[in-house]
Nanobody, 115 residues
């Protein structure tokens, strides 16, 4: 089980950028694929991007070119760099293992991009 704390969210104008951070604890972070998920109001939670323990990344096709995921296995942290933000990016962003461990969901970090 990985315990996570997400931070870095806030209100950002369309076209702006934001960096989300996820600090983790637990015994399995270094060997797990980690991901960022998001849940927009009234919508299902979806996987935004993932990164393996070796650094291989996958970003949702609709977000390629705007979102970048990275990790620091020494610091036990994972990051999401978000650029060219759009109103539809408004959501609570979560980090978790991929596939998600139901025990590991944190509070998330809210990103709001007003229209």
């Amino acid at each position: 089980q990985v315990q996570v704390v997400e931070s870095g969210g806030g209100l950002v104008q369309a076209g702006g950028s934001l960096k989300l951070s996820c600090t983790t604890s637990g015994s399995k972070f270094s060997i797990n694929t980690m991901g960022w998920y998001r849940q927009a109001p009234g919508k299902q939670r979806e996987l935004v991007a993932s990164i393996s323990n070796f650094g291989d990344t996958i970003v949702a096709s609709s977000l390629k070119g705007r979102f970048t995921i990275s990790r620091d296995n020494v610091k036990n942290a994972v990051f999401l760099h978000m650029t060219s933000l759009k109103p539809e990016d408004t959501a609570v962003y979560y980090c978790n293992e991929v596939p998600a461990d139901s025990r590991s969901w944190g509070q998330g970090s809210l990103v709001t991009v007003p229209s």
